[in-house]
């Protein structure tokens, strides 16, 4: 699970200036860098992750989307989580991030409350 690879695609959502960064697969130090790479340059006013194809995160994979989530909200801009399963859950339980992320049950649950 931990050695798949890692895939995503950014789209339009629905609401005027949401992006949806659909994720599939792991999202873990070995795989994220590309990932990395592309979030460094988008900059919407609103951003939800799609986690409904992505299984497990690790300490790296959490922290690409902290950095991005702090980058965004120095600049005026929200970030949403969607689609979240029991183990991320727990990790972002844990790790006392879910505190600090908006964190939704579907895509359009986001582009609704965000």
């Keep these: 699970m931990r050695d798949a690879p890692l895939t995503f695609t950014i789209a339009n959502?629905?609401?005027?200036?949401?992006?949806?960064v659909t994720l599939s697969g792991p999202l873990v130090l070995s795989n994220l860098f590309s990932l990395q790479d592309e979030l460094r340059t988008?900059?919407?006013p609103l951003t939800i992750f799609?986690?409904?194809?992505?299984?497990?995160?690790?300490?790296?994979?959490?922290?690409v989307l902290v950095n991005f989530y702090v980058a965004a909200?120095?600049?005026g801009?929200?970030?949403a989580?969607?689609?979240?399963?029991?183990?991320?859950e727990a990790l972002?339980?844990?790790?006392?991030v879910k505190a600090l992320l908006r964190v939704y049950p579907t895509v359009a649950d986001?582009?609704?409350a965000v």
Excluded: F
């Design 13 to 20: 959502g629905t609401r005027e200036g949401a992006t949806i």
């Design 42 to 44: 988008l900059k919407p």
């Design 50 to 63: 799609d986690l409904a194809d992505s299984e497990y995160m690790d300490s790296a994979g959490l922290g």
């Design 73 to 75: 909200e120095k600049n």
């Design 77 to 79: 801009r929200k970030m």
């Design 81 to 88: 989580l969607a689609g979240v399963n029991q183990r991320i």
């Design 92 to 96: 972002l339980d844990m790790t006392h």
């Design 110 to 112: 986001a582009e609704a």
